[in-house]
């Protein structure tokens, strides 16, 4: 099965992309994960990256693009995979075609603009092992701490409310045509993402199933 998830920042694309891809034996590809190790490598295209990022700019469809090719080469994508901030505009989603053939569904998580900004000021992962929390909403149990690894809790660089502001502004303008490109082609399946996590994982897989 081949998935994409779309949905502004901090709809919960990632949250149930993982959910999605330990039920259905799918890798989880995040392109936003991709560009944060490239970040951390240090390099000098990672510093560039870096950069582009914590504005909340988009970054040029050749280097994303190239990175998700090599990501989908790999071996754990044999069996499908679910596409996580991918594609981000209309030349993506072109691009894709190319690059996957044919999707499955295209799973739109609809988050009204005014919950967002609140929900991502609380948003926190573990740099360690990638799980994520938000102080209210699904808080750890123990406050800054990881509940599987122990790691200490952080939250994103750019999930400061001036920058999600930008952020929302590049997916209303940029992400938000891709909608329409994948509708036209009757892939699209729209979720309340305002639901309880558990409820939208539910929904998602009785659907998911059923394809
Ligand atoms: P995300 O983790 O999906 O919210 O992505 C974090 C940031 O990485 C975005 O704000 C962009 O700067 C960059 N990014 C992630 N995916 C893409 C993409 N498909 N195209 C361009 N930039 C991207």
Redesign the pocket.
């Known amino acids: 099965m081949k998935l994409v998830l779309i949905g502004c920042?901090g709809a919960g694309k990632g949250t149930q992309a993982k959910v999605l891809s330990e039920h259905f034996h799918l890798a989880h590809i995040?392109?936003?994960?991709l560009?944060r190790d490239q970040v951390k490598s240090g390099t000098p295209l990672g510093l560039k990256l870096k950069t582009?990022?914590e504005s909340?700019?988009?970054?040029s469809?050749e280097i994303?693009s190239q990175l998700l090719r090599q990501r989908i080469a790999e071996d754990d994508c044999k069996n499908g995979y679910i596409l996580?901030?991918?594609?981000?505009n209309v030349s993506?989603a072109e691009g894709l075609d190319d690059i996957v053939g044919s999707l499955d569904k295209v799973v739109l998580i609809e988050v009204p603009d005014e919950a967002i900004i609140e929900r991502m000021s609380g948003r926190r992962s573990c740099p360690v092992c990638g799980a994520m929390y938000h102080v209210k909403n699904n808080p750890p149990k123990t406050e800054g701490v990881c509940d599987k690894c122990g790691g200490g809790l952080v939250a994103r660089s750019?999930d400061n409310p001036e920058t999600v502001k930008h952020?929302l502004d590049v997916f209303h303008s940029q992400t938000a045509p891709v909608i329409d490109y994948y509708d036209k082609k009757g892939l699209v399946l729209k979720i309340d993402g305002t639901k309880d996590i558990d409820v939208i994982s539910g929904e998602l897989i009785e659907i998911l199933e059923k394809l």
């Open positions: 920042p995040s392109t936003g994960d560009l582009i990022m909340g700019g988009l970054v469809d994303v996580d901030g991918y594609p981000r993506q750019d952020r």
